[in-house]
């Protein structure tokens, strides 16, 4: 098994160099920006000198339905700028009536299922970091960061917030756009003359995607290796001043049922402090942080074996989060953010808030081929259950190689600091945890390879014999076939206390083919077969899980969506499990079952006001059976808000002696804008699994740009009585000053 693992690391780096040298160069188009010769005021007219003269961006490529011919609906952008913003422009004609398709006034709205225009902008031209703006034609805003080239589903990072500007007029059969992007937002290299950026307009009352830089229709809107390039007329710049101080102030009351305890006076002050050591690199400084706004994780029904992962939302580790956080592969991650901040109660064996004292984090680039970050948080200790306060670093240096590859290296550290932990025992004192770890990037011109290998190391006071993680991946994807294969081998002692790593002492192959065809069809877009298989064997090269799928999608040209597959199961319990999990007798480790089961998925048209999507299996289970069923319902009025429901049951049926359990979960929200600026939230989601209600009320209002007043409730109930467990109301303003 390891000759077999090594002579397929060797196939993957000759397919994958063989990849880079046989890439076919992106078509580009260009477009010169100007210096504007005139005070550009956002009004939504684009009647300046400097708009007659500038030089349109137009002649979009369409991607959906088809992209094989230029877009029917007509959009034109144009580009200026001055000392402080990049001004964008554009007239995005329509010529269909009725109704613009949009979710909320609520700004940053989903990607799909609004009408809008995407600036994409790759200041770097490095084809692997960007960022997106987009706004829709009632001038609704929403910004994210792009990653590892934006071409696949987990490539974007929506959560990113920053400062812009912006003014949008609408029309009978046109709406107008005029957008300020500050330069002190972007991060660029003083003296740069060429940026890539692509435009993308999403016309669902033409049902179309289009984009000004062609796309293959089987990439993604963000795809930054189809960007086209944006030529200055002069070399730009750095911001004469670009710091930030965003204060934070918050009062409120918590009180713990459970406990007991008398009710809690919340009171907190903090900042964060952005300054912009040069225009491409950033320093972030954090005095007693606090996360009271962030929206509460969607509750899942947990019928896994291992833990289930929740990405992170705080604003704090977002911007160049990649850097840290990309590391390795889903599922082993040498540095999970989401670790810092919090505690586990050893007498309990429940996740505990920890309060963050401060933190410093340096990340940028220091041109194009070099990108370098450095993080330390310090967390508070835990007097009452004798965790001390721990010290959190992450070190990591990425170097482009070939076009848009790069090699990167990760340093971890969790390290107990003895002076403010006064209480805490000797032996947690003691307790430390490294990890180390070297990982290449593989990216081709034209984004039909991708894939990474990687070597990961941890070191501990008990590091054991096999302390290390290794995987790779390589993906080639045209328009018809998407080709895979990943392999992963972890030590049983590989200890990444400060990661996510959902299990240990096992070597994982998972390859996959799928085919797409695209018929000549006024009701289906694409459809086509996929295998995959994923199989498990521990160090002893026994397997322990095998899955085969056979999986068939179809997409519809209305928007609709659906695939189906059958699915071999086998597993091998390597401990006692019950596959219930509501504390019933469990399967003895060493067992092994044989199971086969359906899975589906079906997707509405999204572009309706009543939309829906559900996911599910049904079949064998362990040694019973289960039935699943779960998705979201959605009913827009538009553009005041959305009504939704995300559900989910599951009916597990087991032989006796063992526990047959049905496990609902409904969790209706409210999500209604009652301005551009002015929000409501609620969120109530019932869980009999652990058998809670939880009630999550968010009022915000935006007073100016990135600057905040929030109202948080949190309820939680026991869900058989409707009795009150803990309850709190927090009040916190933010304001954002540039210095």
């Not at 007509?74 to 990049?86: C, G, R, S």
């Given at each position: 098994m390891n000759r077999l693992l090594r002579n397929l690391v060797l196939v993957l780096l000759s397919a994958g160099l063989t990849g880079i040298v046989r890439a076919v160069p992106v078509n580009l188009k260009s477009v010169t920006i100007k210096k504007a010769n005139s005070i550009i005021r956002l009004d939504g007219v684009l009647d300046e000198e400097s708009w007659l003269l500038a030089e349109p961006a137009a002649d979009f490529f369409q991607r959906f339905p088809a992209d094989t011919?230029?877009?029917?609906?007509?959009?034109?952008?144009?580009?200026?700028?001055?000392?402080?913003?990049?001004?964008?422009?554009?007239?995005?004609?329509?010529d269909v009536d009725g109704d613009y398709v949009v979710s909320s006034l609520r700004r940053d709205f989903e990607g799909s299922g609004n009408d809008?225009?995407?600036?994409?902008?790759?200041?770097?031209s490095d084809l692997s970091n960007g960022f997106l703006f987009g706004i829709t034609p009632y001038g609704v805003q929403r910004e994210s960061l792009i990653i590892n080239g934006g071409s696949g589903r987990h490539d974007e990072n929506v959560s990113w917030d920053n400062k812009w500007?912006?003014?949008?007029?609408?029309?009978?059969?046109?709406?107008?756009?005029?957008?300020?992007?500050?330069?002190?937002?972007?991060?660029y290299k003083e003296g740069i003359e060429t940026w890539r950026v692509n435009f993308v307009r999403i016309d669902y009352k033409q049902n179309e995607y289009s984009n000004w830089n062609w796309i293959p229709r089987n990439f993604s809107m963000t795809s930054l290796a189809h960007t086209g390039q944006l030529q200055?007329?002069?070399?730009?710049?750095?911001?004469?001043?670009?710091?930030?101080?965003?204060?934070?102030?918050?009062?409120?009351?918590?009180?713990?049922?459970?406990?007991?305890?008398a009710g809690k006076f919340i009171r907190g002050l903090g900042t964060d402090v952005k300054i912009g050591l040069t225009s491409s690199l950033n320093l972030d400084l954090t005095v007693n942080p606090d996360f009271s706004q962030v929206e509460v994780d969607q509750q899942v029904t947990d019928l896994d074996r291992f833990e289930i992962y929740y990405p992170e939302k705080r604003q704090f580790f977002l911007e160049n989060g990649d850097l840290f956080a990309d590391f390795g592969s889903r599922s082993l991650r040498p540095f999970f953010s989401r670790r810092i901040g919090i505690a586990r109660d050893t007498n309990t064996g429940q996740n505990i808030e920890n309060p963050i004292y401060f933190g410093a984090r340096l990340s940028g680039r220091i041109n194009k081929d070099w990108r370098i970050g450095a993080m330390t948080m310090q967390a508070a200790d835990?007097?009452?259950i004798g965790i001390p306060s721990i010290n959190y670093a992450v070190a990591a240096v990425q170097r482009r190689v070939f076009a848009r590859s790069n090699i990167a290296a990760i340093f971890v550290n969790k390290q107990p600091v003895e002076i403010l932990s006064p209480e805490a025992d000797s032996a947690e004192l003691r307790s430390w945890n490294r990890v180390a770890g070297l990982d290449f990037n593989l990216a081709s011109l034209d984004n039909r390879w991708t894939g990474k290998i990687f070597y990961h190391h941890s070191f501990g006071p008990d590091a054991g014999n096999s302390p290390f993680s290794h995987g790779a991946s390589i993906q080639y994807q045209d328009e018809h076939w998407d080709l895979r294969w990943s392999h992963s081998l972890v030590g049983e002692d590989y200890n990444a206390e400060v990661g996510y790593v959902r299990r240990t002492s096992f070597k994982r192959i998972t390859p996959e083919v799928g085919y797409d065809f695209y018929p000549n069809s006024r009701m289906i877009n694409r459809h086509g077969p996929s295998l995959e298989y994923e199989g498990y064997w521990d160090m002893g090269n026994r397997k322990t899980d095998e899955t085969w799928g056979l999986r068939y999608m179809l997409r519809f040209n209305n928007q609709m969506f659906a695939y189906v597959s059958g699915n071999k199961e086998y597993i091998l319990l390597t401990d006692d499990f019950d596959p219930s999990?509501?504390?019933?007798?469990?399967?003895?480790?060493?067992s092994d079952y044989h199971n086969y089961y359906f899975r589906y998925f079906v997707r509405s048209d999204i572009r309706k006001p009543l939309s829906f999507d559900a996911r599910g299996r049904m079949g064998e289970y362990y040694n019973g059976t289960r039935f699943e069923i779960e998705g979201d319902?959605?009913?827009?009025?538009?553009?005041?808000?959305v009504v939704s429901l995300?559900?989910?049951?599951?009916?597990?049926?087991?032989?006796?002696?063992?526990?047959?359990?049905d496990l609902y979960l409904i969790g209706p929200k409210f999500d209604i804008t009652f301005t551009k600026t002015l929000y409501f939230a609620m969120l109530i989601q019932y869980n009999n699994q652990i058998n809670n209600v939880n009630v999550n009320a968010r009022f915000q209002w935006r007073y100016q740009p990135a600057s905040d007043i929030y109202i948080v409730y949190t309820d939680n109930y026991f869900g058989d009585v409707f009795k009150s467990k803990s309850r709190a109301l927090v009040f916190k303003i933010t304001y954002w000053l540039n210095v």
């Open positions: 011919s230029i877009a029917l609906t007509h959009t034109e952008v144009k580009l200026t700028y001055d000392q402080d913003f990049l001004y964008v422009g554009a007239i995005c004609y329509d809008a225009l995407n600036i994409i902008i790759d200041p770097f500007f912006s003014k949008v007029s609408r029309h009978k059969d046109h709406w107008v756009v005029e957008i300020a992007i500050p330069f002190k937002t972007l991060r200055w007329d002069q070399p730009l710049n750095q911001p004469i001043s670009n710091i930030s101080i965003i204060p934070y102030a918050k009062v409120g009351g918590a009180k713990n049922f459970e406990e007991g305890t835990e007097k009452e999990r509501i504390d019933g007798p469990e399967l003895p480790a060493g319902a959605n009913y827009r009025f538009r553009p005041f808000g995300n559900f989910s049951y599951n009916r597990v049926h087991l032989p006796d002696p063992y526990h047959d359990a």
